[in-house]
């Protein structure tokens, strides 16, 4: 279901309309829509990270904007349990329900051109689960994928991502399961930076790691419900998408942070060689926060998804107009 909340919003010069989408399950979806569906030639869904919400975008879609003008469409979106978007069980939030969620908004708001998904981190994720959906369950296809500091499955292996597997963050998380919602979001965020500390000097980590994961711990806790972050950690134990990778057609760019402890660069690696035609754009000196440390590169990797796309479309458009003509005179 779609509502229209305000179709006069701007975000430093820049005009959107503001809608609501009520998901299967009945949780309300914050969405931005930037241009016309009816004018624009492309589609562009941004979808954002794990504890953070969709204006972590605004840095890479106002140039992005700029550039493309009325040709291009721009969707993003507040997952559920993040920023202005409702909250849900925790039992819901799960990447596999995140994809879910993101059919939801392709189809409320009638995305039926060329398409391309850009994902971060979590985002990365939600789109690799949403392209491992059967076809029937996907009312959109991408042509374009872009993935930003993300990952395809084996998250508890390397990185950051082994705390998850750890008895302290399990009991974190297996609590929140387990305890009525807002018992539970005062009882874990009241002994969180305890276990984060305790975590970070038993978890074997170099000091950089270590720097990074206090610092992430305490802007979770200070910013975002703890109850999601826990719903989808767990859910990332779990999250392996690597068998659908191959089957995956949409040109895809894979762009990973040399110093990303987060989700390392061996993640990017694998991605690219298992998606068919797959490029790998490396950042030196960049860590997880790509779409501010490196903007750019991530801008120009949708650039040419789009780029592509105009100039496939294009060539489609002769071919018909070609063959309306022999249809019409003859050879």
Known sequence: MLDVDDPHQAVKGVRYTERTV????GVALAVREYGSRTSAEHTVV???????DQTSWDVVLRPMLRRWGRKVRVITYDHRGHGRSGHAPIRTYRIDQAASDLADVL???DVTGPLTLAGHSMGGMIALAYLSRPASQRPAHPVGLVLVATAAGKVTERGMGRLLATPAVRMLCGLAHHVQLDAAERVIRA??????????????FGDDERTTFLSTSARVIGRTSLTTAAGFLTSMRDYDVYSALGAICAQTTVISGELDVMTPPSHSYN??????GATHSRVAAAGHMLLDEAPDVVNAA?????TTELIVGADRDLDDL????????GA
């Open 22 to 25: 009520t998901t299967g399950d």
């Open 46 to 52: 941004l979808l954002h990270g794990l504890c953070l």
């Open 107 to 109: 189809a409320a708001l």
């Open 191 to 204: 002994v969180a930076p305890s276990v984060c500390v305790a975590v970070a000097r038993a978890g074997g």
């Open 271 to 276: 991605m690219a060689e298992a998606i068919p």
């Open 302 to 306: 949708i650039a040419d998804a789009i």
């Open 322 to 329: 070609d063959s309306a003509v022999v249809a019409a005179f």
